[in-house]
C-alpha cells in the first residue's frame, strides 16, 4: 500500500510540473486585472486599496482559508469532489478566490465544468499564490470581478449601486458588495432587491461564523437601509 500511496504522489507530482510549465505565466495578473478593469469603464485598484470590510466579507463568505492557503483549498475539492461523485456531475468547483481570478482572467472558455478546465485553474492558482501577495490578488479580484447591473468592479459597483465612493460605504453595503460575485445576475439589489437581501443575510451570517461580527451587528446590518 505504502509503495501505492508514493508511486501516487510522483504521478500527481509529474502531472502538476507539466501544467506548472504549459500554462501561461500569471504574474501579471494585477496588471491584467486593472486593464479588464479600465477597458469596462472601471477603476482599477492597487494592492492596499481593497477596503478591509469588504475583503473580510467576501474572505468570510468565499473562502476562509484565504490567508494561510496556497491558492487552493484541499478541503474545498474534497468536498466539491463529494458533491459530484454524489450528484453525478461537474457542478461543484470547490474554487478559491485565487480560482476565481484565474478562472475570470486566464481561462477562456467561461463556465467550462470539465476536470481539465478545473485541473489547468488550480494549477494557476498555485502559481498566483507564488507571485502576488494576498493583498494584490484581492486588488486585482476586485478591479475586474463582474457585479451585476454592468458594473465591472468594486469601485464602479459602489457608484453605480449606491452612489458613494468604495471606501464611504457602510457594513451593510460592504457585505452586498461581497455576495454578487456569486450570481452577480441574480443578486443585482436593483433588479431583484428580495434575493439580493437574502444574499446579504447569508453574507453577514458567514462574517459572523468566522467571529468578525456579533450576532448583533449581523442584525442591525442586515435591517439597516441600503
Avoid at 466539491?80 to 478566490?97: P, S
Avoid at 486585482?140 to 457608484?159: D, K, N, Q
Avoid at 464611504?168 to 455576495?179: I, K, P, S
Avoid at 456569486?182 to 462574517?207: C, F, T
Wanted: overall charge negative.
Amino acid at each position: 500500500m505504502a509503495v501505492g500511496v508514493v508511486v501516487l504522489v510522483l504521478a500527481v507530482a509529474s502531472l502538476v510540473a507539466v501544467t506548472w510549465v504549459t500554462t501561461p505565466p500569471v504574474d501579471g495578473a494585477l496588471a491584467r486585472a486593472q486593464q479588464v478593469a479600465r477597458e469596462h469603464g472601471g477603476t482599477p485598484l492597487e494592492a492596499g486599496q481593497v477596503p478591509a470590510t469588504l475583503a473580510t466579507a467576501l474572505i468570510d463568505t468565499e473562502d476562509a482559508g484565504f490567508q494561510n492557503e496556497p491558492g487552493v483549498s484541499p478541503r474545498g475539492i474534497a468536498r466539491a469532489f463529494v458533491f459530484d461523485v454524489q450528484n453525478r456531475c461537474l457542478c461543484e468547483g470547490g474554487a478559491t478566490i485565487d480560482q476565481q481570478l484565474v478562472e475570470n482572467l486566464y481561462l477562456p472558455v467561461k463556465n467550462d465544468k470539465s476536470l481539465l478546465q478545473y485541473w489547468r485553474g488550480t494549477v494557476m492558482a498555485l502559481k498566483l499564490n507564488r507571485v502576488l501577495t494576498k493583498q494584490e490578488i484581492l486588488a486585482a479580484y476586485f478591479s475586474e470581478v463582474y457585479l451585476g447591473h454592468y458594473t465591472y468592479g468594486a469601485v464602479m459597483a459602489a457608484r453605480v449601486y449606491f452612489g458613494r465612493p468604495l471606501d464611504d460605504l457602510t457594513l451593510t453595503q460592504y457585505a452586498m458588495l461581497a455576495g454578487l460575485p456569486q450570481a452577480p445576475s441574480a443578486y443585482d439589489p436593483i433588479d431583484h432587491p428580495l434575493l439580493a437581501h437574502q444574499r446579504l443575510v447569508e453574507v453577514l451570517d458567514a462574517m459572523v461564523a468566522n467571529g468578525d461580527l456579533t450576532p448583533h451587528q449581523a442584525d442591525v446590518a442586515a435591517e439597516a437601509p441600503l
